[in-house]
């Protein structure tokens, strides 16, 4: 952009305000207009993002990747609004699956027992305490393979409470693991706005971690969830022995998802006792920062959720979190059965930082989408 129209952008969003120690009235820039303004024709909604592409934004410096991400953001979202989600195991533990992060696999001797589903109205009433503490998205866990696995009885519970929460003025998540296109369909008329099924990592580290279903089964959940008309979140876990190249990978296979995930969440390892993943060490910050970041450029209009292992970070960790892109976190003491941070702290954090709760079921700006997809779901 040439200077003078830096210069007619600079002019056009000058404020006057009253200087606090007198009356002189004094000019200052709106800068987050500025920025936004200038950036406005240039962000744009791309499926075509190559390996070198996600390469070569991943590997930015630091400083000059998360400034780019915080200019990106501002260009969808309101930069000062981050959204409280809760997250509710609904049916913990006794898993078939062999994931080998998870404290709820039946594989592993964990201190995680098997509890049945939650009854409706325990659930209800879960979600209106979260409702009262500023959530406006809950989300319900449920430790199976997925719905086949326990029969019709059990998946209408979990359709009740879908109806029951979406009748709370929330919006209503699940992750209940693998979904044929029926289920899905159920699940949409139930009223549900979100379904989680997170990759993980990239198709190439996969196998390591996961050997009970593929890379292949959770993309065929992802397209009947998004056949279905449901919102996907799909994200990934940071900290599971996996390289760059895998975490680059991982961010290029859901940046050329067409469209991409209405949500993205990024979580770090929590290790738990008697899992195969149980000696690992936590991640570097800055490899957080640089996922969260790249995260925001490639898909700009997607939220990005600072998951799990949130409880590991100090506020100004968080906030560098946030000044990259992320904006929602999840509240309340547990993350299904991992520990989570206090809600009183959070709470003091929002004031501290000037944050407020995102409302439920607001759209971002429309940011126009351009290129055709390198990679497709139905491929």
């Not at 407020?356 to 607001?362: L, Q």
Request: glycine share 6%; charged share 20%; aromatic share 6%.
């Amino acid at each position: 952009m040439q200077p003078k129209g830096l210069l007619r952008i600079y002019r056009k969003f000058c404020t006057t305000v009253t200087s606090p120690v007198g009356s002189t009235a004094s000019t200052v820039p709106n800068w987050e207009k500025v920025v936004t303004d200038a950036l406005d024709p240039h962000v744009q909604v791309r499926s075509d993002w190559s390996r070198r592409d996600v390469e070569e934004t991943y590997w930015q410096p630091l400083h000059q990747l998360i400034f780019q991400a915080a200019a990106v953001h501002r260009v969808a979202f309101k930069a000062n609004q981050v959204q409280k989600c809760t997250l509710l195991s609904i049916k913990t533990g006794g898993c078939p699956e062999t994931c080998k992060y998870c404290s709820q696999s039946a594989a592993y001797k964990t201190d995680v027992k098997a509890e049945p589903l939650m009854q409706v109205e325990e659930v209800l009433r879960e979600a209106r305490l979260a409702k009262e503490r500023g959530s406006t998205r809950f989300c319900m866990g449920a430790a199976w393979r997925g719905p086949a696995q326990v029969g019709p009885r059990q998946f209408q519970r979990v359709l009740d409470m879908v109806q029951g929460v979406r009748a709370l003025g929330l919006e209503v998540c699940a992750t209940l693991g693998l979904l044929n296109a029926e289920q899905a369909k159920a699940l949409k008329e139930a009223g549900l706005t979100a379904y989680n099924h997170n990759l993980d990592t990239s198709r190439e580290f996969y196998s390591t971690i996961i050997s009970s279903r593929s890379f292949e089964d959770r993309l065929a959940t992802i397209r009947h969830v998004r056949a279905a008309g449901i919102q996907v979140c799909c994200g990934g876990i940071l900290g599971l022995g996996e390289s760059h190249a895998d975490r680059i990978s991982l961010l290029q296979t859901l940046a050329t998802m067409q469209p991409h995930p209405e949500s993205v969440p990024v979580n770090m390892l929590v290790p738990s006792k008697g899992t195969p993943l149980e000696s690992s060490q936590p991640i570097p910050f800055w490899d957080l920062c640089r996922m969260i970041a790249t995260a925001r450029i490639l898909m700009p209009a997607s939220m990005v959720r600072l998951s799990a292992g949130r409880i590991s970070l100090s506020e100004a960790e968080q906030m560098i979190c946030f000044m990259a892109g992320a904006n929602s976190i999840f509240t309340g003491e547990k993350l299904l059965t991992t520990p989570n941070n206090d809600l009183t702290e959070d709470d003091a954090m929002f004031r501290r930082l000037g944050f407020e709760g995102k409302p439920p079921f607001v759209e971002t700006r429309r940011i126009p989408s351009s290129a055709k997809p390198q990679i497709s779901l139905s491929q």
